[in-house]
């Protein structure tokens, strides 16, 4: 059975979609920092529906990167909420408005 | 030996370097024999020189020692080079001599003041500019050695700068004399324009090819004598001179009285061959020095500051300088600017004796009687002030007679006039300075004991009272062959004089009226001042306006402040609190005002909520994929 490139498609946007969203009004960051995982893996699946529909390899391999990408900034990402939530005993975006003006 | 001439004009220089340099390292004693021995080095230098061009054939005369060249631009080359003729061999030397003297004068004098080093090493910079003025062959390098005296002069008579009146007198000397210089520049940019050449030489061969009374020459004489007026303290630049009393005493015996200011009758002397070409520009020297001469003559007349009686004096005197110019009658001026050079210094420097036997005094009011605490001093004073007044043999006699008589026959009987009134005011107040210091009743103040100064200072005393009567000696008229000095300086001035010759009993009769003139001055100043000692209050209760006015200097300074130096105070102030503060400050601050405003504004955005950024990225990132979308 072959799934059309649309489902893929269609499916990669509304992840995609629901992760902005989720990364523009939520306030916990950790709720947004797995927003963001996942429009990236919105954003792989849009690359395997590719690879599918044109018989390549390239889309597979960029996954890969993607992947690393995303274990690196998990790494980096998460050292960085658990310092904060150290210091000031909140990780809501909200109370981390100190850059202003 | 003229190989070396370079070295004259070197060893005041090496002498301020080391003075100037490691001075305060010195013992005091080195620092005075260093500044000494570099100025009597030159001299001897210069006798030397000038011995060897005694004996070189008229051929071989004038000499041009090139050091090398300061710049070279397509046509224009400016050397730096000397000239050797009669008449700057006559400058070095009287430069040289004088200012060895008052050198060693200064030894004494300024022995106890804390800036000793810097007044040496001054005094020695001011003496190599002094010399490359007379020595230089071109235009350009005179006017080098023109500035340095210049600005010798502003930091000499400045030298006791905690005194706001020095430091004031300087600064105005300084902006005076540059006004001049303008006028000196304008006149050499005029003169390089016309000849394509700076060097004396061949601007005077060039020029030879004018008619006489061109409009070009005419204009670069006025030009440079404007430079003299200003260099030379003639009306109607003449006002800094009298303030320049505030320098040391030795500053205005070598300075403001035997060498810088005569620089402008040098100048306009070395540049006869233009002069001879543009009776108009010779005939307003000859009205300037005589009006000088007469004007200053009189402020004389009612100073109590012993100091400025002389500098008025020698502004007159320099005007007397500036009428043989202009009569054309050069070689007198050089004459009476080498004999004035002795009998000046030896006046300034005998004020000085007398203020330093005073503990500083200079007013004549509180003086009187002197003769018998400072002999040496009385009598050098009164040798030089015979001289000035004309009195025969001194030396003053031959050169202001020469002038006087000169005056009259290429002149004319209203310069005659003037020049003998001016003598016979010049006899009475230069007698009535002499009599309120040293005759009549001590008016000293009783606490102070005068006294006669060290033989440091009373030796170049002597030394120039004996000059101030031989000095005159080179150039005895009447008789042919015997007036040395003419014969020596002619071939370096081209003449305007017609040789016309005057039957000797005629000369003779002049010569008797000056110095009748002469002594009606003395007596009158005898008179009033020791006979008679209430009639000046008298006279000035009788004539008060007139007295005011000669009192107050006519109110030149005060003229001169409400309409030149008033005006460009308020034109300043104008530039500065309308122009500066207003529109440059204005748009520096107002281009800062908006940025500022606009930042006030813009940094609300910056709310430091991250998703308030990641909202605009992602907004951002819409348009702009709309955008190549849509396109």
Redesign the interface.
């Given at each position: 059975m072959v799934v059309p490139l649309e489902y893929y498609l269609g499916l990669s946007v509304a992840l995609f979609a629901l992760g902005?969203i989720g990364?523009?009004?939520r306030r916990n960051a950790l709720v947004?920092f797995m927003c963001i995982e996942m429009m990236l893996n919105s954003v792989n699946l849009a690359f395997i529906g590719f690879a599918d529909h044109f018989k390549g390899v390239d889309g597979q391999m960029f996954v890969f990167f993607v992947l690393t990408v995303a274990a690196a900034e998990v790494a980096v990402g998460l050292a960085l909420i658990v310092a904060i939530f150290r210091n000031r005993a909140t990780v809501y975006?909200?109370d981390?408005?100190?850059?202003?003006? | 030996m003229m190989d070396y001439i370079w070295l004259v004009p070197c060893f005041p220089l090496v002498g301020f370097l080391i003075n100037g340099f490691l001075g305060k390292r010195l013992p005091k004693n080195l620092v005075g024999i260093i500044g000494s021995a570099a100025i009597g080095l030159s001299f001897l230098l210069s006798a030397g020189i000038f011995l060897e061009y005694l004996k070189l054939p008229a051929a071989a005369r004038p000499v041009e020692k090139v050091v090398y060249t300061w710049m070279s631009a397509g046509t224009f080359q400016a050397q730096v080079a000397y000239l050797i003729d009669p008449l700057s061999l006559v400058m070095l030397l009287v430069v040289s001599g004088v200012s060895f003297i008052i050198h060693i004068y200064s030894v004494g004098y300024m022995y106890d003041d804390p800036g000793y080093p810097r007044f040496f090493s001054y005094l020695n910079l001011f003496v190599f500019f002094m010399l490359t003025l007379v020595g230089a062959n071109n235009f350009l390098l005179m006017f080098v050695g023109w500035e340095g005296v210049g600005l010798c002069s502003y930091l000499l008579i400045g030298y006791w700068y905690e005194k706001q009146s020095a430091s004031d007198a300087g600064k105005k000397a300084f902006v005076v004399n540059r006004i001049g210089d303008f006028g000196f520049l304008l006149g050499i940019f005029l003169i390089f324009w016309t000849f394509g050449s700076v060097n004396f030489r061949e601007v005077f061969r060039l020029a030879a090819e004018y008619p006489v009374g061109s409009g070009v020459i005419t204009a670069m004489t006025l030009l440079l004598f404007v430079g003299a007026t200003g260099k030379s303290a003639q009306i109607p630049l003449y006002t800094w001179l009298p303030d320049a009393m505030e320098g040391p005493t030795p500053v205005s015996a070598l300075i403001h009285a035997a060498t810088m200011v005569t620089a402008g009758v040098y100048m306009v002397a070395r540049c006869s061959a233009l002069y001879a070409l543009a009776p108009f520009s010779l005939t307003v020297v000859a009205a300037v020095g005589a009006l000088t001469a007469i004007y200053s003559a009189t402020i004389g007349m009612a100073q109590f500051d012993i100091k400025r009686v002389l500098a008025y004096s020698t502004v007159s005197q320099l005007g007397y300088m500036f009428l043989a110019c202009g009569v054309g009658a050069f070689v007198s001026g050089i004459f009476h600017l080498m004999t004035h050079a002795f009998f000046k210094a030896l006046l300034f420097l005998g004020a000085g004796s007398v203020s330093h036997g005073l503990h500083g005094e200079l007013d004549m009011r509180k003086m009187g009687n002197l003769k018998r605490h400072m002999p040496i001093t009385y009598w050098t004073f009164l040798i030089a002030t015979l001289a000035i007044a004309g009195i025969f043999p001194f030396a003053g006699f031959f050169s202001k007679d020469e002038i006087l008589f000169h005056s009259l026959v290429n002149g004319n009987v209203i310069f005659w006039g003037i020049a003998t009134t001016a003598a016979f005011i010049t006899a009475f107040y230069m007698f009535r300075a002499v009599f309120m210091t040293f005759h009549g009743e001590s008016r000293v103040d009783p606490h102070v004991h005068p006294h006669e100064s060290p033989p440091v200072m009373t030796v170049p005393l002597m030394l120039l009272a004996m000059l101030s009567v031989v000095g005159g000696l080179v150039g005895i008229p009447l008789i042919k062959g015997l007036h040395f000095f003419h014969d020596f300086l002619a071939p370096a001035i081209t003449p305007v004089v017609h040789e016309a010759h005057y039957p000797a009993a005629f000369e003779v009769a002049l010569m008797m009226f000056s110095m009748a003139v002469a002594a009606g001055g003395i007596y009158l100043a005898y008179r009033m001042y020791i006979k008679l000692p209430d009639l000046p209050t008298v006279l000035a209760q009788r004539f008060p306006t007139a007295y005011d006015l000669i009192y107050h200097k006519y109110y030149v300074d005060e003229l001169y402040d409400a309409t030149v130096v008033e005006p460009i105070k308020q034109g300043s102030d104008f530039l500065w609190l309308a122009v500066d503060d207003k529109v440059v400050d204005g748009a520096v601050n107002g281009s800062a005002g908006v940025v500022a405003w606009l930042s006030a504004h813009l940094r609300r955005l910056e709310t430091g909520f991250v998703q308030n950024y990641a909202l605009a990225v992602l907004l951002g990132v819409v348009l702009i994929t709309g955008y190549l979308i849509g396109r």
């Open positions: 902005a990364v523009l009004v947004i975006v909200d981390l408005n100190l850059l202003k003006w | -």
